[in-house]
DNA sequence: CATTTTTATCGAGAAAATGGATGAGTTGAG
DNA sequence: CTCAACTCATCCATTTTCTCGATAAAAATG
């Protein structure tokens, strides 16, 4: 009742199981059949219960007891694997787990894919998953919160940040079709736009601050999120920057209206994976900075 | 690169992270320093990879690999913890798993509210659920694909079932205020009722085949779930006995309304708790069936 | 009934774990 | 700086456990 039963013994539990006999098991993990009957029946005294029905009978059937402990058994022995594999890789140089941080202008679609394929490919990496807006993303690699970064929009130029291209995105100036500026005609010149709301992502990060960037107009709301944003533009609160895959659909369905500003730059941005320059991807991550162009690549085709 | 690594050695591991150090775990294991020593060093090896940074330090510290490795020692030896406790019970003479029948009348709340503290009282004991109408209960518990089963409204005597009473619950006949039955006074005749589509719940086993209690109507129809009926009841398309606790706000709140029919009988049921006498209750089930008793008694305090 | 195949058990040898002693190194107080 | 107290690694002798092969008893098979 002191020792603890050891995983050796329940895989042999196990394997007496699956093979239906202790001779069987015996065959099956290259080991002598008295190994087998020693080992089970210290678990059963370690466990202070039989787990084999065996009456001189030829197959061991498993009692009711053992048949609870079972899947007791079948976890550990899967997490055991779990763990084994785990250590495989870190012993190769894999990460434990990659962080990472997503710009909001990431389509979602394109996250999902990667990060789908990332744990069909490493499945023994975990992923620590951050998003932020604008300059947070950068910010947040630069502190070491996250190992790789997948940022949008204008690139500040930093000494300590690699960068790599892995796409594009659009962002187009949209309106509800309420909107006075959603009538008012092809290159609305910036005194216009100025007078009305402009709906904003707020940047809480100091690497952006003082630099909002395309902001034109007088008053402006902010708000934290592309959700907020996009239910506050749909209502016709006021008119703002939105990335082509979260409006498609309303714009196609006369839901939003695209807005022809004079003062608005090309609507393409390119997305960069980035990572400082002191501490390169490991296995893991570079594969998912690859994925990321892929990924991207594949939207491009259907999605814009 | 070949042997499992042990139980032991996981615990060793973590108790090491936990107390800081290997002299540290050693007194709390009871066990002499070396034995951690030579524990963590196995380990190791068989890993593949250092745990602990220990370069002449004082603390020995987790390396990156140790950290990621943590969480799946923690799994295990949680694992090994829920292993061994439910060993315990069974050696015990509990139970590994009581499958429950209840019967559609027994009231949600009563339901998870047993359930909540059986979980608490039993966590090593698992619990099948299987929901039946009317017959279907007492049908699972005799083919003994259930334990114990709590059934309500009319009890068949049967030889093979021993039968305990836990409690009482209520049966209305209910339509919606649209419905003609609502507006036709008290006590209405048998040959009025008759004339209107009563939505009964159909019984698909055996045992109360032929026998559909209170079927008044000529026309009736048949669903196999309260909700169903209760949506068709509510959408004025018939009548049906409803459980109080399912109607008790809609009664309020005038959405339905009791009927008084002169040929329904008195609208209490008793519910049971039922098992085979050929195999009496385990301790988990027997607590079970108490818990269901005082379960139904407080619902009815504040529910009836 | 003979044969094959099962599990249990025993004994000897191999392997591994254990506790204590020792040593090198670090930390912190005086 | 010196010393005491503490850290972890290592070695050693002892004990414990594991392993294999052989053998026995029992059951299924033909």
Avoid: C
Wanted: overall charge negative; aromatic content about 6%; charged content about 20%.
């Amino acid at each position: 009742m002191d020792a603890h039963p050891t995983l050796d013994q329940l895989e042999i539990f196990l394997t007496v199981v699956e093979e239906g006999g202790f001779s069987a098991a015996a065959r099956k993990l290259n080991r002598a059949q008295s190994v087998i009957s020693y080992a089970i029946s210290n678990l059963e005294a370690q466990l202070g219960l039989k787990l084999f029905e065996r009456a001189g009978t030829r197959q061991p059937r498993l009692t009711e007891a053992g048949t609870s402990l079972l899947e007791d058994a079948r976890r550990m022995i899967g997490g055991l694997q779990m763990l084994r594999a785990r250590a495989r890789g870190l012993a190769q140089g894999l990460e434990g787990e990659v962080r990472l941080v997503a710009d909001l202008l990431v389509p979602m679609p394109v996250l999902t894919a990667v990060l789908d394929s990332f744990r069909e490919a490493f499945p023994t990496v975990g992923v620590r998953l951050l998003t932020g807006a604008l300059g947070t993303s950068a910010e947040a690699v630069l502190n070491h919160d996250a190992d790789i970064g997948i940022v949008g929009g204008v690139m500040i130029p930093h000494p300590d940040l690699v960068s790599r291209k892995v796409g594009e995105n659009q962002v187009l100036p949209v309106a509800a079709p309420s909107h006075p500026l959603a009538h008012a005609g092809s290159s609305v010149p910036i005194a216009v736009v100025r007078e009305h709301f402009q709906i904003v992502i707020s940047d809480l990060s100091r690497r952006t601050e003082g630099r909002n960037f395309h902001v034109h107009a007088l008053n402006t709301w902010h708000v934290s999120d592309l959700t907020t944003k996009h239910a506050l533009i749909s209502a016709g609160l006021g008119w703002g920057g939105m990335p082509l895959w979260l409006v498609r659909d309303d714009l196609e369905e006369g839901r939003l209206v695209e807005l022809s500003l004079e003062p608005y730059p090309p609507s393409t941005y390119s997305m960069f994976a980035i990572r400082t320059n002191d501490k390169p991807y490991g296995p893991a991550a570079s594969w998912m900075a690859n994925r990321f162009e892929t990924a991207f690549a594949a939207f491009g085709w259907t999605g814009a």
